[in-house]
């Protein structure tokens, strides 16, 4: 359903003025993407469990077809309106194993963030659907920490089946966990943690409540050195945990750093409450934000809070917004034969409603798709009643127009990723280009019907006194009476 500008239409004495603004822009991220390996093993015919380096498929040649016969609304509240959505795109494979034995893929195939126009209570899986010579194939989705660039080689490499661990860090490392009260009335204060620990063996994360009633928003690790950890009113409720080796004490904390000439300002008992907590574990600390009906495994979440912490140092309640989800799916291709393989998955384009008509942008990443052996020809379909708007992007593969939408062929894999932007109308505005929307003339005849006529009139009339002021630099027709 096309989506009107809201128009403010305000009729004055004499001056009327019609003003169209867009909608907002929203953002959403790419759709939907090539097929990546993601491991494959291979057995010989005699049963032999072969490991060679490099997989032997190869991709004969690949159809994207786009069926876009509806956009996004900019919100779905309720499964049924967004059942009504059903814009795709269906990746068709031609699979080869040319090598004397079977090979066994494990393939992931990435389909985008989150949209920001989709509750996160909607179900998407009658959406999305995987098919091997026209057979379902079982598949699950996953999830990454999606952050910067897309990087088909790096990302698909953060899918893992296990906890990840790093020299320090195990998800069974045991946490001590503590809440801190701080009671001393007055200004904010710089807090700092007086507690020596050894970094070797001790880490330490921690976060400020947001309310009375909530978990912080952020957990951040504590980096030894001359900076405090916050700052604190009365009131402030800290989560302290350390990781690793605890504590010999309870944590000690000071307002300001220790200057030994004017008192080292360490809190005592009266400033400051401590409460030990049972103790946790490492997993349990990267799983802090889950919610207990996630649709993310706890082995994802965890593994992509480890990137978060590595990207950015800290964790946030909304690293759920950064992941990037796929469909991983295993597929036999038998020594010197061929399957054809289909994923098809929603498109949730960008909006930009700073054009009128607003502006759809798709996105398909075809980098993961270099990952194969060889590749050979791509063709692109889309089918659709809207238009392709002509840009660089589009110009690029060389769509042609034909009676159900726009076609491309291509031989072999391009440089960079396929976008391509959509709209009701073949040629789009920017807002600011022009005054008036088109739905608008009607009102301006309106307008210029009653107002416009009586003030040309009065515009005729005011031109013989406009000369005389131009020539004499007076508003006058003949001179007035002297008085004596």
Sequence with gaps: ???????????????????????????????????????????????????????????????LT?????????????????????????????????????????LAFPFGEYPSYLGDHLDENAKYAVTADGEKVESSIRHTLSVGTFNAEKDVAKILNDYRDDEFFKYDTPVHYYKCG????GSVNAL???????????????????????APYSIYRHEKGEYPLTSVQRGTELYLFVVGEDFEENPQFSYGQ???????????????YIYKQKDITFKDLMLAYRGTNSSVSETDWYNAAMDYIDTFGYLHYSMSNCFMRWYEYELAVPAGGRVQNEVTAPLYPDINGNYSPRLYRYEYLLSPAKCWASF??????????????????????????????????LEGLPDGELVFSMSEAESVIKSGDRLFDAEDVPYLKAILIIFGVPMALQIVAA???IIVFAVTGKFSTKPKSKEL
């Design 1 to 63: 359903m096309k989506s009107k500008s809201f128009n403010l239409k305000i009729g004055a004495i004499g001056l009327s003025l019609a003003l169209a603004t867009g909608i907002a822009a929203i953002p959403a991220v790419t759709a939907s993407a090539n097929s990546a390996q993601k491991d494959w093993y291979g057995s010989s015919t005699s049963g032999m469990f072969v490991a060679d380096e490099n997989c032997p498929v190869v991709v004969e040649s690949e159809t």
């Design 66 to 106: 786009f069926d876009i016969n509806t956009f996004p609304h900019n919100y779905y509240y309720g499964q049924e309106d967004f059942a009504g959505y059903d814009a795709k795109v269906t990746a068709h494979y031609n699979f080869h194993n040319p090598a004397d034995y079977d090979v066994n893929m494990t």
């Design 182 to 185: 701080f009671m001393r009335s």
């Design 192 to 214: 700092y943690l007086n507690t020596p620990y050894d970094a070797e063996k001790t880490a330490v994360f921690y976060g400020v409540q947001s309310s009375y009633e909530d």
């Design 258 to 272: 220790s200057f030994p000439l004017f008192g080292n300002n360490i809190l005592t008992e009266a400033d400051v």
């Design 376 to 409: 050979g020809t791509l063709d692109i379909v889309i089918n659709t009643p809207y238009y392709l708007v002509k840009n660089s992007y589009a110009s690029k593969f060389g769509f042609e127009k034909t009676e159900s939408g726009y076609t491309a062929h």
């Design 463 to 465: 031109i013989p006194l």
